[in-house]
C-alpha cells in the first residue's frame, strides 16, 4: 500500500526483510540497489539518509513481495504481510 507522502522507515525496512526472511543481499537484488544502501536505510530508525528514488525501489521490491507498509495512524508506523487473495 503506497501513500503519497508518506516515506518507510529504516525500522520499516529491516521488519520487512524479517517478516520475508530475506537477507541484504536478496533486497538489494530486488530492489536494483546495493547491499551498502539497504544496510544504509536500515541503519537509521526514522526516515533513511538516501535518496527517495533508492527508498522508492526499496518499498516497491517490497511490496512486490508481499510485504504491506501502514503509516504512524496514531499507533506508529508498522508492516504486516498482506493478505494473499
Do not use: C, Y
Not at 507522502?5 to 520499516?12: C, L, P, R, V
Not at 544496510?39 to 537509521?44: T, V
Amino acid at each position: 500500500m503506497s501513500h503519497d507522502n508518506f516515506s518507510i522507515t529504516g525500522a520499516q525496512i529491516r521488519a520487512a526483510r524479517a517478516l520475508l526472511r530475506w537477507g541484504a543481499g536478496e533486497l538489494a537484488s530486488a530492489a536494483s540497489v546495493g547491499v551498502a544502501t539497504v544496510r544504509r536505510a536500515e541503519a537509521e530508525d526514522g526516515v533513511p539518509p538516501t535518496t527517495v528514488s533508492n527508498l522508492k525501489s526499496i518499498q516497491r521490491a517490497l511490496e512486490r513481495a508481499g510485504v504491506e507498509f501502514i503509516p504512524a495512524n496514531g499507533g506508529g508506523p508498522g508492516v504486516r504481510l498482506s493478505k494473499r487473495t
